[in-house]
């Protein structure tokens, strides 16, 4: 695998989590019309915080890991840089298209006016875009959840264990889409116990996106969470809510993930215990997929929902200490029934 890293140094918890710092770029020189439409190459653009992150852009990784492992594909990686502008990712994009990388994935909304801009010079060339679906064309994938979905049944799950009747959501950016994950969360808290007071905090706005890729911003606004009496946190905050996890971890309190199932992410081993559950989304497959439909000649296009009902988010069960909490299980598995069979309509809003 080929990976294109021109990322600022961000500061990191453990060396685990450390990434490689370097620069390079394709200096491909193909015209913006004609292109390789071959699906032997496959490129993924990441998110701020880039691959190390525990979660959004490493279940990216994941996907196209799989891709290589099981399709035979060659992939490319090509990281983001602090404080870039819409142009860098647009020279980025141009780059892995003109370099016959087909699929283009776009690991986030923030790619969506780069994508605009590239995808009609590469028509043979399916762009994919995970978590927006303002863009759209012939040749453009929006890959989409319903997190708020999977943040009602952390919602309810945090209320059934809590013991102080607090708990904290950090979000990253206060953007539209991280309030989904607020709105869910705090419905589904407050269906299960409306007395459970919910403390959410936003550690950065736009156009400041930093608060997706400094973990000291997620630690420090945990510590105030904890101060004030939470005992459980949800964090949806991309590499930030590593710091998050790490001081709600060293308090002996509950901590909740997101994007991947970060029990199992080594980088946060020696937090595991903490980390009751994790609001997953199947990034991993919805990248597969995307390669795979290419590969396969029907490559997908449009808006790709994925929800409850196709196991597209859910509730990671990787923790035997939540397994074993048999009467919060059963509150969440009754939820989850109930928001397929339309019985809860989850708000995407606050």
């Known amino acids: 695998m080929r990976r294109i ?8 918890m453990s060396a685990a989590l450390a990434l490689s710092v370097s620069a390079c770029g394709d200096s491909s020189s ?20 880039g691959r190390g992150d525990q979660s959004f852009n490493d279940a990216a990784y994941a996907g196209l890991a799989k891709a290589e492992k099981d399709l035979g594909v060659k992939g490319t990686e090509a990281e983001p840089s602090e404080g870039e502008s819409d142009a860098d990712k647009v020279q980025r994009l141009t780059s892995l298209a003109r370099a016959g990388n087909n699929p283009v994935i776009g690991v986030g909304f923030a790619y969506a006016p780069a994508i605009k801009k590239v995808a009609p010079k590469f028509p043979k060339i399916t762009f994919g875009i995970i978590d927006d679906s303002s863009v ?3 040749n453009i994938a929006n890959i989409v959840f319903n997190e708020e979905q999977g943040s009602y049944l952390a919602g ?14 950090i979000g990253g950016v206060e953007t539209p889409l991280i309030k989904k994950f607020e709105a869910g969360f705090i419905q589904g808290v407050k269906d299960t116990d409306a007395s459970v007071n919910v403390l959410p ?23 105030g969470q904890l101060d004030k009496g939470a005992d459980v946190v949800y964090s949806a905050a991309g590499l930030a809510g590593s710091g998050a996890i790490e001081a709600v971890s060293k308090a002996g309190k509950w901590n909740i993930g997101v994007d991947s199932d970060q029990y199992k992410q080594e980088g946060l081993a020696a937090y595991k215990a903490s980390i009751l559950t994790s609001v997953t989304k199947d990034v991993e497959d919805s990248v597969f997929n995307l390669i795979k439909s290419v590969q396969d000649g029907k490559p997908q296009s449009g808006e790709i929902r994925y929800g409850l009902d196709k196991d597209g988010v859910g509730l990671a069960m990787s923790n035997p200490a939540f ?3 048999t009467e919060v299980i059963a509150a969440v598995d009754k939820a989850k029934k109930e928001i397929i069979d339309g019985t809860i309509t989850v708000k995407t809003t606050p």
């Open 5 to 12: 890293t021109r990322i600022a140094t961000v500061g990191v």
């Open 30 to 49: 193909d015209s913006g019309t004609s292109s390789d439409s071959k699906a032997d190459k496959t490129a993924i653009a990441y998110d701020i915080g």
């Open 136 to 138: 759209t064309g012939d």
């Open 156 to 169: 309810v799950a945090a209320a059934k264990v809590t013991k102080t009747k607090k708990v904290g959501f």
């Open 201 to 223: 905090q936003y550690l950065t706005q736009p156009p400041d996106f930093s608060g997706f890729s400094k973990p000291d911003l997620g630690k420090a606004a945990a510590q």
């Open 323 to 325: 397994t074993k909490m």
